[in-house]
Nanobody, 111 residues
Framework: VQLMESGGGLVQAGGSLRLSCAAS????????MGWYRQAPGKQHELVAF???????NYAVSVKGRFTISRDNAKNIVYLQMNNLKPEDTAVYYC??????RGQGTQVTVSS
């Protein structure tokens, strides 16, 4: 299953974006789908993940601001990002066991 991210862009601090991760095939069998990010000079960070049953978990830095969801019928995983901060600036990508990650989508938050 190939994944492709979209929805990034430039936004002011306090703004919102919704990222989408579209899969080329079914994600029903992929138990855990996650959103990750990598900022320049920093390591990859797991931002949020969601299980096939709908359980979610978030990094402390985004808890209360970001919401991950999945639509198994459309094979899409979303990341709703609210109250964005400059430190959220990074390339965001999604991944799941057995899937091939995409190029990612750039999110830039200006102060």
């Amino acid at each position: 299953v190939q994944l492709m991210e979209s929805g990034g862009g430039l936004v002011q601090a306090g703004g919102s974006l919704r990222l989408s991760c579209a899969a080329s095939g079914s994600i029903v069998s992929i138990n855990s789908m996650g959103w990750y990010r990598q900022a320049p000079g920093k390591q990859h960070e797991l931002v949020a993940f969601i299980t096939s049953g709908g359980s979610t978990n978030y990094a402390v830095s985004v808890k209360g601001r970001f919401t991950i969801s999945r639509d198994n019928a459309k094979n899409i995983v979303y990341l709703q990002m609210n109250n964005l901060k400059p430190e959220d600036t990074a390339v965001y990508y999604c991944n799941g066991v057995g899937a091939l990650r995409g190029q990612g989508t750039q999110v830039t938050v200006s102060s």
